[in-house]
């Protein structure tokens, strides 16, 4: 029986976590958001009937390694390879006039393009749906998939657009006086997502918050 390969983000290098800063608090360890992960791409699989004509893509920066581990558990399962990529939305936000000047993002959209695909678009935190909204304006720009889904690994709520999570890794109910950020292992050393108090004036998705 062949092993099965570790997928990224599974273990933190067998090292224990860093406690969180003073005033947040863990919502989430790194085995929640593998379970969390895991369940999610059984959801996809199940939902596009075996995932055929699905491509995975991540908005930066921290979708962009949740797609990966999206794509590596659904070929544990099903054994197909799921093309994956990255969709950078800067140039697409509707905050571009009054937010500082942010670096450009990479978007890498896999061989066959996203013509005729289920295209599921992969973020680390669902808030007021602005940066969702931009990924759908930039996906028009590459093509026209036959559908575009959305998975995130958490749900904090207060939405400021009618958009809606079709894969949810963990609803999270939120005041707008606290802040969520989610780490992982490969931007920032380990998996956690942490609940603490609002940033002034940030709502970006630069650190691991989405706008």
Known sequence: MRAQKPTPGDTNGGAEPPEAPEGTRAVLDGS????ALTR???EVLERTKGGHRVTLLGIPSRGVPLAARLAERIERVENLAVPHG????????DDLRTAPPRALGRTEIPAGGLDDRVVVLIDDVLFSGRTVRAA????????RPRAVQLA?????????????????????????????????AETDGHDSVLLGPARPQRRTGAEGEES
């Open 32 to 35: 929640e958001i593998n379970r």
């Open 40 to 42: 999610i791409a059984h």
């Open 86 to 93: 990255s969709l950078d939305i800067t140039m697409y936000r």
């Open 136 to 143: 759908l304006d930039a996906l028009n720009d590459l093509g």
């Open 152 to 184: 995130v690994l958490v749900d904090r709520g207060h939405r400021e657009l009618p958009i809606r999570a079709d894969y949810v890794g963990k609803n999270l109910p939120t005041s707008l006086r606290e802040s969520v950020t989610v780490r992982l």
